[in-house]
């Protein structure tokens, strides 16, 4: 319940935040959300090899589609449909 407030929060004081903010600190913001989840994603894949092959498998999906498609609806697609295949090929121990 509470990280749906702090999401919420959070949200809320970027959008009003955003437009008083220099136009450098908002472009690096967006750079740093791309860390954030690198920085999820890397000890994770310490653990399980599974999941490196997921996120590799993520990454030539979205190559592929982004030749046709626009770059978020790519990014979209693979994350969504590599995450239901990474469900069926990775379990909780796999992670532990």
Same mark, same amino acid.
């Given at each position: 319940?509470?990280?749906? +407030? !702090?999401?919420? =929060? #959070? !949200?809320? /004081? #970027? *959008?009003? +935040?955003? !437009? *008083?903010? @220099?136009?450098?600190?908002?472009? !690096? /913001?967006?750079?740093?959300?791309?860390?954030?989840?690198? #920085? /999820?994603?890397? @000890?994770?894949?310490?653990?399980?090899?599974? %999941?490196?092959? =997921? =996120?590799?498998?993520?990454?030539?999906?979205?190559?592929?589609?982004?030749? +046709? %498609?626009?770059?978020?609806?790519? *990014?979209?697609?693979?994350? %969504? #449909?590599?995450?239901?295949?990474?469900?069926? +090929? *990775?379990?909780?121990?796999? %992670?532990?």
């Amino acid at each position: 319940m509470f990280s749906y +407030f !702090s999401w919420n =929060v #959070g !949200s809320a /004081l #970027g *959008i009003l +935040f955003s !437009s *008083i903010l @220099p136009s450098i600190v908002s472009k !690096s /913001l967006g750079v740093s959300l791309y860390a954030m989840f690198i #920085g /999820l994603l890397v @000890p994770n894949m310490k653990k399980s090899i599974r %999941l490196l092959y =997921v =996120v590799g498998l993520t990454m030539l999906v979205n190559w592929g589609i982004n030749q +046709f %498609l626009s770059s978020s609806l790519s *990014i979209l697609i693979s994350t %969504l #449909g590599c995450a239901l295949i990474g469900m069926c +090929f *990775i379990s909780r121990k796999d %992670l532990q």
